[in-house]
């Protein structure tokens, strides 16, 4: 490899290598048994055509781009290890020449990650937040256990209540036209669930079984059905039923029950625990939140926009992923919430430019404190991500490619430097 660095500015880089004749005929050869077989020459077969025929009757250079795209990746990556560069941008390539006998020339531009002048770090002074838990907390999860475990009665001798469950027949119209959509027959709907268009629910309280009426709302002005956005529609209704949710006691039988507790005082000091566990890694977060924020707001960077963009990128696809995960295309999604990619990627963007700056940041502390991780550490994280799987340790870690190792290796210095910062700050009572 003989690779030149050709001038820099700021994150800014071009640079060049050159690639043998060996190398190049190694990438010709690859290009003509890939387009061998589609090739037709009166005389021939198809892909028994010799490739100097092939040269002689469409050009020397007819191979040149599929020989290019092929060796050109191997190379370039070995070009910017040997020039370390920490490229963040796809490479904008120009070939300078391309000779069967010298081979071939690249020139290439990329963006590199900027740098990082560190301020203080260590030190930071931040508040410290509470994360005690109150009697009242513990009741209200009593009280969620408690509803979930609820079981329902029929009500017959009372007239609709928020909370209820009813059961309703209802056909929707628009200046007295009835709408695709809008007509069902027993239709369960909790009151109080907002599951229905604002003010639906609330209308249908105070009426009884057996009771017809007409319920008056307006459909949002971003609506997935949009010949229906921001228009008055009236809904004929008929109510069929109503059930209501009988809580069960509260007292040993209940806890008995519901967890793996005799007592309700025994099972109380375990929801008492599991709340100050979550309230206390809830602090911590917000904690290390301010603190990151007060380090990389003492730090001098200038972050290329490419940078930003692809993390805009990786939280699209990471947001469509679990889209998908649930079934649904990103189409209907937008559908349904009324609004588009160009939307979603907006409101990534702050999220994205906190992240990199902070990554950045804890990357070159991590350098400048010559963090290290231990090879048993390494290689245990790496065993957590074949436990669930039941991948034994050795096949891990021969599945496990360097890159992937090296990526990890990066994460677990990031984290460190972050504990660093955390194990030097100083904690202050809240005001």
């Known amino acids: 490899m003989n690779a030149t660095l050709i001038s820099q500015e700021k994150t800014e880089v071009k640079f060049s290598f050159e690639v043998s004749a060996e190398v190049l005929e190694a990438g010709l050869a690859f290009a003509y048994n890939k387009n061998k077989n589609k090739i037709s020459v009166p005389g021939f077969r198809k892909g028994k055509v010799p490739r100097k025929l092939i040269e002689a009757q469409y050009g020397e250079n007819f191979f040149y781009e599929d020989a290019i795209n092929h060796i050109f990746p191997e190379e370039y990556v070995g070009a910017i290890k040997e020039l370390n560069l920490d490229v963040v941008s796809a490479p904008q390539l120009d070939v300078e020449y391309i000779d069967k006998a010298k081979g071939v020339k690249f020139v290439v531009d990329v963006t590199v990650k900027p740098e990082v002048t560190l301020g203080q770090y260590k030190g930071l002074t931040v508040e410290k937040v509470e994360a005690e838990v109150t009697e009242e907390e513990v009741q209200e999860e009593l009280k969620k256990v408690q509803k979930q475990n609820a079981r329902m009665i029929e009500v017959t001798d009372r007239a609709a209540q928020m909370g209820d469950m009813v059961k309703i027949s209802y056909e929707g119209s628009v200046d007295g036209v009835p709408f695709e959509g809008g007509k069902a027959d027993n239709q369960d709907l909790e009151l109080g669930s907002h599951q229905f268009i604002e003010g639906f629910e609330e209308q249908v309280v105070g009426h009884s079984i057996g009771e017809k009426f ?22 004929a209704i008929e109510l069929k039923g109503i059930t209501a949710k009988e809580l069960p006691e509260l007292n040993d039988a209940f806890a008995e029950d519901v967890s793996e507790f005799s007592t309700l005082n025994e099972y109380k000091a375990d ?22 924020d007060a380090a990389v ?3 001098t960077m200038e972050v290329p926009q490419v940078m930003y963009d692809n993390k805009v990128d990786s939280m699209m696809k990471d947001f469509e992923e679990n889209i998908m995960r649930q079934g649904l295309s990103m189409d209907i999604y937008y559908q349904y919430m009324g609004t588009s990619a160009e939307a979603l990627r907006e409101t990534f963007k702050e999220t994205s430019v906190k992240s990199v700056d902070a990554r950045l940041m804890l990357e070159q502390i ?10 048993e550490d390494l290689e245990a994280e790496i065993c957590k991500y074949g436990e669930s799987y039941g991948i034994d340790k ?10 992937d190792k090296a990526a990890l290796e990066q994460d677990m210095l990031v984290r460190a430097a972050m504990k660093l910062i955390e194990d030097t700050a100083i904690l202050t009572e809240a005001k």
């Open 271 to 292: 929801i008492l625990a599991k709340l100050a566990k979550g309230k206390t890694e809830k602090a911590k977060q917000l904690q290390g939140d301010k603190l990151l």
């Open 394 to 403: 050795k096949t891990m870690l021969e599945m496990f490619r360097e890159e």
């Open 366 to 375: 991590a350098k400048e404190e010559n963090l290290k991780i231990a090879q």
């Open 297 to 299: 707001a003492n730090c």
């Open 214 to 235: 007409d319920i008056n709302v307006t459909f949002p002005e971003v609506y997935h059905a949009s010949e229906l956005a921001g228009k008055p529609a009236v809904f």
